[in-house]
């Protein structure tokens, strides 16, 4: 069977990062590895347009198309498949990402243009069910692993079954998410070295933050590669692909402290000249002297440090299992004892705040001592517990998924106005960065013409905020 893997997304006006897509990458190596030929068409990489994927289709003799569904990414998902179907009404078509997985029962009937669906994880049930598909297999649609599925009209959601053993997936199919071949667009928009890409070392979480979905994607246990393995695959990326600069995607790589400094030392020992970033936030509460000082050995010099409320009230009921002090006792070790460079993570919008409960992160996040701040507007994500909350209660209703976007506000909470959020988002930014001491420290960071476009386009997009 001839698969095709898709990204409808296109960059031009949904996402600021365009990085390699990991989730198709370790989809295609799955299926490689169990014979199934793979191609991909990532409407992420440079000159990607819907124009080239119909040309795909129209080329290739696919039986299966894969299509990769962000909330926001809905509606052009749906006309992608509603194209594969118009071209070929014989050709199996499977949906999956962080949108089926968060909301497993709607999705089969939102898109009817799916065949079947996936939720969470993909590698173990996508090739059983294409095996059962070809007849090789012999086996019910209750026993593919994460599988959605219909049967006499009602959608099926299969429990939800994470993949034990990392290391048995194998490296992503790097040939087919070539980091060269997507624009300059690093996560968090600064970056010490280039070539740059992404890598991921662990998935799962352990906590139940409210605003977020991960766990019902990904499952509430944090399951680790094995070292050896990372280091294959950024030997592999530093040698075939010139890669400097590992930016590592994991919520929780710093919770399993004894895994994270076994990385560390592999790296260390290998002699690699590289730098290394974690741009999407670790857990504070994990970070110690020990650890701090093996990840810089490793190479890391950038931190995300996910805070999210400068309210103690708020972070409660986020359930983040942290305190004000505990964020400004974590802030200041890394100060002390490293040179590593730390950018907060705040939420804005989240449906519990008012107003002072916002001004409070403003504040919080200029007292500390950060280099940088990222402010991002609560979304209602499919599978979160306050996304599922408001719809219980009422309080979320006919939302546009076109609109669950990170330059437009979807929803806000009752006792604020949507051009109020407008207004504390810009005041947000503007007052933390406008200060001379973080100007000049951003400047330092710019390391060439392409990287300072990037940026001014990031400061675009943010500052052209619009209510949804």
Same mark, same amino acid.
């Given at each position: ?10 960059? /031009? @006006? ?18 490689? !590895? ?21 040309? %795909? ?19 052009? &998902?749906? &006309? ?29 009937? +939102?898109?009817?243009? =799916? ?51 990392? +290391? ?20 968090? =928009?600064?970056? @010490? ?12 979480? &352990? ?22 393995? $990372? ?12 890669? %400097? ?11 399993? !402290?004894?895994? &994270?400094?076994?990385?560390?030392? #592999? ?22 002297? #020990? ?14 440090? =996910? ?12 359930? @983040? ?19 590593? %460079? ?22 919080? =996040? ?5 280099? @940088? ?14 996304? /599922? ?7 979320? !209703? ?7 976007? $990170? ?32 100007? $000049? ?11 300072? !476009? ?15």
């Amino acid at each position: 069977m001839n698969v095709l893997l898709i990204n409808p997304l296109t960059p /031009e @006006r949904r996402m600021i990062h365009n990085t390699p897509n990991l989730g198709l990458g370790y989809l295609a190596a799955a299926l490689r !590895k169990r014979g199934f030929h793979v191609d991909m068409c990532d409407g992420m990489k440079t000159g990607m347009s819907y124009e080239k994927l119909r040309q %795909r289709l129209l080329r290739g003799d696919y039986d299966v198309a894969g299509v990769q569904v962000l909330t926001c990414t809905v509606k052009r &998902a749906k &006309a992608v498949l509603g194209m594969i179907k118009g071209l070929n009404p014989e050709i199996i078509t499977v949906i999956g990402g962080p949108h089926p997985s968060g909301d497993p029962e709607g999705v089969l009937n +939102d898109i009817r243009e =799916a065949d079947f669906s996936f939720r969470g994880e993909g590698e173990e049930g996508l090739p059983e069910l294409l095996k059962k598909l070809r007849g090789d297999k012999n086996m019910d649609f209750a026993d593919i692993h994460n599988l959605v599925w219909r049967v006499n009209g009602k959608v099926i959601a299969n429990p939800l079954q994470p993949v034990q053993d990392l +290391d048995s997936v194998g490296l992503p199919s790097w040939d087919l998410i070539n980091p060269h071949e997507y624009p300059y667009s690093p996560i968090g =928009a600064f970056a @010490r070295r280039c070539p740059l890409t992404t890598i991921s070392c662990s998935r799962g979480c &352990a906590h139940s933050c409210t605003f977020c979905a991960n766990t019902r994607i990904m499952g509430k246990q944090l399951r680790t590669r094995g070292k050896a393995s $990372i280091l294959e695959e950024i030997r592999l990326l530093y040698s075939m692909y010139g890669i %400097r600069e590992f930016q590592i995607v994991d919520d929780c790589f710093t919770s399993n !402290k004894q895994n &994270a400094i076994d990385v560390c030392r #592999e790296i260390i020992k290998s002699g690699l000249d590289i730098s290394i970033s974690f741009p999407n936030g670790v857990r504070i509460e994990s970070l110690d002297e #020990e650890l701090l000082h093996y990840l810089e050995l490793a190479g890391c010099y950038s931190l995300g440090m =996910a805070i999210e409320s400068g309210s103690q009230r708020i972070m409660d009921h986020m359930r @983040r299992g942290q305190t004000l002090a505990l964020v400004e006792e974590k802030v200041s070790l890394v100060k002390k004892t490293s040179k590593i %460079r730390m950018s907060g993570f705040f939420i804005i919008g989240y449906p519990e705040e008012e107003e002072d409960d916002i001004l409070r992160t403003i504040g919080f =996040a200029k007292k500390l001592p950060l280099h @940088r701040a990222n402010f991002t507007l609560w979304m209602p994500v499919p599978g979160s517990e306050m996304t /599922e909350r408001l719809r219980k209660d009422g309080r979320l !209703k006919d939302l546009d998924t076109d609109n669950v976007v $990170i330059n437009k506000i979807s929803w806000a909470p009752g006792k604020i106005e949507k051009d109020r959020i407008r207004k504390l988002f810009i005041k947000a930014y503007s007052s933390f960065y406008l200060r001379p001491k973080i100007l $000049i420290g951003l400047l330092t960071e710019i390391r060439n013409f392409e990287q300072l !476009k990037f940026i001014l386009s990031r400061v675009f997009c943010l500052f052209s905020l619009k209510s949804g």
